[in-house]
């Protein structure tokens, strides 16, 4: 069972154009669904590490994306290769730990529509209202920009409306970034003398200097000397009870540092537990389903039941069918029983029928002699 899952956002946002299947061509467009899927084979996983490199694509798919991370119940951790542009930096912003690679960038911009996407006639109230929208949703990604890296409003507005190209440190000094990604450079160290008392393989050299990179980042931690403060949300359950959430956005999700311990059953209907100063449990409900969907799932069963029972009747039918043919073989055979049964005459039956008149044992001649003398008889009598 892995304890975390990768999920790799190369390509633009949006739905997939069926057209392109029918032309048997590959779309590597990422929709909210494709998101959805992964998280649902991936239940099982406590952090997902979210590759992106996207130029962007459609707002609101990206907002589904980004508020189905958010809402996972993980621990999620974003690392930004090549190109973080447009909506995928909302997409970016779901980690609670944001990675840039040294050499990828970023680009934010005011939402628009393309070029050619405005088809038919428009008049001045439509175009008021498409222009109202995009204002409403130009807000609403600053406003996210504003919260989740704590930068000025006014600046972060300026770079959206000059639609500014970010290198990886600007991502790190304006908040967008946790965190920049350096190679891993190779590193000299004095090797112990082996001895009786101490002596390390290769692996355990190598485990000790991780050992020593974890304990520097505590210490940088703690001391505060990292470039990023560290923010604690406050939250409460749907009985007032509160609790604190060590980072800055997202759902709780295992593993984060959290108190005081206890469960916790949130208005969303999930139940967090808390153990030991972590989150240790996130139980999500069962989705109610829509009328639809149980309409559909009624209509599936008894699409089941009718197949059923065709395969049922389509035995009886053969049953039937088998019953009939051992009914007219049976019929022949009592048939030629009875023939048999009439043509068989026991030994020592007379079969010679030469001699007219002689059946059998049997002297015809006599016999119409004795009945001709009775008649004589009969008439003397008389």
């Keep these: 069972m892995a304890d975390k899952a990768i999920l790799k956002l190369y390509g633009d946002i949006g739905e997939p154009d069926p057209m392109m299947e029918m032309f048997d061509v590959t779309d590597e467009t990422i929709s909210a669904k494709i998101v959805s899927d992964f998280l649902d084979e991936n239940k099982s996983a406590k952090e997902v590490i979210v590759k992106i490199n996207s130029r962007g694509g459609d707002v609101q798919e990206g907002w589904n994306i980004h508020d189905l991370l958010v809402n996972s119940g993980k621990k999620i951790t974003t690392v930004g290769e090549g ?155 749907k009985d007032g009870k509160e609790f604190t959430l060590e980072k800055e956005s997202g759902a709780p999700a295992v593993g984060d540092k959290a108190s005081p311990d206890g469960t916790y059953v949130m208005e969303d209907g999930k139940t967090i537990t808390i153990a030991s100063g972590e989150v240790s449990k996130v139980d999500t409900p069962a989705e109610d389903k829509t009328e639809l969907e149980k309409a559909n799932e009624q209509i599936e069963t008894l699409n089941q039941k009718i197949t059923d029972l065709e395969a049922a009747n389509a035995t009886a039918q053969e049953s039937v069918e088998a019953a009939n043919v051992v009914k007219e073989e049976g019929e022949k055979l009592v048939t030629e029983l009875q023939n048999l049964k009439n043509s068989w005459s026991p030994e020592g039956r007379q079969k010679n029928f030469s001699k007219p008149d002689v059946v059998g044992r049997i002297n015809l001649k006599t016999v119409q002699e004795k009945r001709a003398q009775r008649l004589i008889d009969n008439a003397k009598n008389r």
């Design 83 to 237: 190109k973080v542009y447009s909506i995928a930096t909302i997409i970016f912003l779901a980690g609670s730990t944001r990675q840039m690679m040294a050499n990828a960038d970023g680009m934010i911009h005011n939402p628009f529509i393309p070029e050619y996407t405005m088809a038919g006639s428009y008049e001045a109230d439509d175009l008021e209202k498409i222009a109202e929208t995009m204002r409403d949703e130009e807000k609403k990604i600053l406003d996210l920009y504003v919260e989740r890296t704590g930068s000025e409003e006014s600046k972060l507005a300026e770079y959206m409306k000059e639609e500014t190209k970010l290198s990886a440190d600007d991502m790190l000094s304006l908040g967008f970034a946790t965190e920049i990604l350096k190679p891993v450079v190779a590193y000299a160290y004095m090797k112990p003398i082996k001895s009786k008392v101490m002596s390390m393989t290769n692996d355990e050299e190598v485990k000790f200097m991780d050992k020593v990179g974890d304990t520097v980042a505590k210490a940088i931690k703690t001391l505060g000397l990292s470039r990023v403060d560290p923010v604690a949300q406050t939250l409460k359950d």
